[in-house]
């Protein structure tokens, strides 16, 4: 079984930064996309960032220019830098992980994470 493992959550005031990491709980085989999504209260789940194992990333318009994903394939871990915040940044960040093999005998299963708060507010 694995877990996703999320950190850098936290209460930042407006213009702030953040840094979010997700890491793998145990080596991984292959993973065709890692990303994060956010739940804010009331609202439904939407996609932030996304990057394929090739390299292609897309972003939420609401976000560009201010947030970036990267990953490290080695360490089957993704970021997420988060730079001038804003109150409507505020959410509960979900770490994806996206047609994950654990073994080349496994089939691709989409895994989530725990989530993590960040909440932006002065």
């Known amino acids: 079984q694995v877990q996703l493992v999320e950190s850098g959550g936290g209460l930042v005031q407006p213009g702030g930064s953040l840094r979010l990491s997700c890491a793998a709980s145990?080596?991984?085989?292959?993973?065709?996309?890692m990303g994060w999504y956010r739940q804010a209260p009331g609202k439904q789940r939407e996609l932030v960032a996304r990057?394929?194992?090739?390299?292609?990333?897309n972003y939420a318009d609401s976000v560009k220019g201010r947030f970036t994903i990267s990953r490290d394939n080695a360490k089957n871990t993704v970021y997420l830098q988060m730079n001038s915040l804003k109150p409507e940044d505020t959410a509960v960040y979900y770490c994806?992980?996206?047609?994950?093999?654990?073994?080349?005998?496994?089939?691709?299963?989409?895994?989530w994470g725990q989530g993590t708060q960040v909440t932006v507010s002065s």
């Open positions: 994806n992980a996206e047609g994950l093999r654990a073994t080349p005998r496994d089939h691709e299963t989409d895994y």
């Open positions: 145990r080596s991984i085989f292959s993973i065709y996309a």
């Open positions: 990057i394929i194992r090739g390299g292609s990333i």
